[in-house]
C-alpha cells in the first residue's frame, strides 16, 4: 500500500523558512517523480514542484522560484521541500503527491494527508 | 501562463447526470487528469489521459476532451460523488503543472 507521510509544517514569520519531509513507502521510492501541491485555506489546488525519480530534473511554480527548493534521498524513501523568505500569501496545506512514472511530467497517483504551514507575526 | 476554467459549482440530482467543464486554450491538445477531493481528505485520481480509468474508479466516471474543452461526466450520480473536482494538466510552454479552478459538485 502506498503511503505518503508529510511532517515538518507549523507556524513560521514572514521571511523565515521552514523544511517539510515527506516519507514515502509501499512503491520502489526512486521509479518515481514526485510533487509538492498546496492549498490555501478554503482555495483550490495549486502545483508548487516536481522532481523526477532521479532527482536530475525539476520544476517550479512562479510563485515559489527562487525561494523554494525541492529535493529527494532515494536511499532514505524521503521527499524534501526547502522553504525560505516565505510570505503570508505561501500559508496553505502543503501535500506530497507521486507522479505515474519517472517523469515529472506526469499526473499524480497518490496523495499524501498534507502539512499545513502559517507564515504570520 | 495557461489558465484551466471550471464552473465554482454544479448541482444534481441522484440518479442523473453530471457534466464538469474544463475550458483552456486548445486543451484538446493535452492530456487532461481529473481529481476528487472529498471535505478533508486528499485528493483521488478518477480520470487520466483525457479518459482512462485508475483501477477502483466506478465505468459511471468517463470523460472526453477536444477543442478549447474538457468534460467529466459522472453518470447515475451518488450522494459519495459528492465533492470539489479539479482538472489538471502539463503546460509545455511553461513547463508547469496548471490545475483547474475547481467545482463543487452537489447532490441535492
Known amino acids: 500500500e502506498v503511503q505518503l507521510l508529510g511532517s515538518g509544517g507549523g507556524l513560521v514569520h514572514p521571511g523565515g523558512s521552514l523544511r517539510l519531509s515527506c516519507a514515502a513507502s509501499?512503491?520502489?521510492?526512486?521509479?518515481?517523480?514526485m510533487n509538492w501541491v498546496r492549498q490555501a485555506p478554503g482555495k483550490g489546488l495549486e502545483w508548487v514542484s516536481a522532481i523526477s525519480g532521479s532527482g536530475d530534473t525539476i520544476y517550479y511554480a512562479d510563485s515559489v522560484k527562487g525561494r523554494f527548493a525541492i529535493s529527494r534521498d532515494n536511499s532514505k524513501n524521503t521527499l524534501y521541500l526547502q522553504m525560505n523568505s516565505l510570505r503570508a500569501e505561501d500559508t496553505a496545506v502543503y501535500s506530497c503527491?507521486?507522479?505515474?512514472?519517472?517523469?515529472?511530467?506526469?499526473?499524480?497517483?497518490?496523495w499524501g494527508q498534507g502539512t499545513l504551514v502559517t507564515v504570520s507575526s | 501562463s495557461y489558465v484551466l476554467t471550471q464552473p465554482p459549482s454544479v448541482s444534481v440530482a441522484p440518479g442523473q447526470t453530471a457534466r464538469i467543464t474544463c475550458g483552456g486554450n486548445?486543451?484538446?491538445?493535452?492530456?487532461v487528469h481529473w481529481y476528487q477531493q472529498k471535505p478533508g481528505q486528499a485528493p483521488v485520481l478518477v480520470l487520466y489521459d483525457d479518459s482512462d480509468r485508475p483501477s477502483g474508479i466506478p465505468e459511471r466516471f468517463s470523460g472526453s476532451n477536444s477543442g478549447n474543452t474538457a468534460t467529466l461526466t459522472i453518470t447515475r450520480v451518488e450522494a459519495g460523488d459528492e465533492a470539489d473536482y479539479y482538472c489538471?494538466?502539463?503546460?509545455?510552454?511553461?513547463?508547469?503543472?496548471?490545475f483547474g479552478t475547481g467545482t463543487k459538485v452537489t447532490v441535492l
Open positions: 489538471q494538466v502539463w503546460d509545455i510552454s511553461s513547463d508547469h503543472k496548471v
Open positions: 503527491a507521486k507522479g505515474y512514472s519517472t517523469s515529472p511530467l506526469v499526473y499524480f497517483d497518490y
Open positions: 486548445n486543451i484538446g491538445s493535452k492530456s
Open positions: 509501499g512503491f520502489t521510492f526512486s521509479s518515481y517523480a
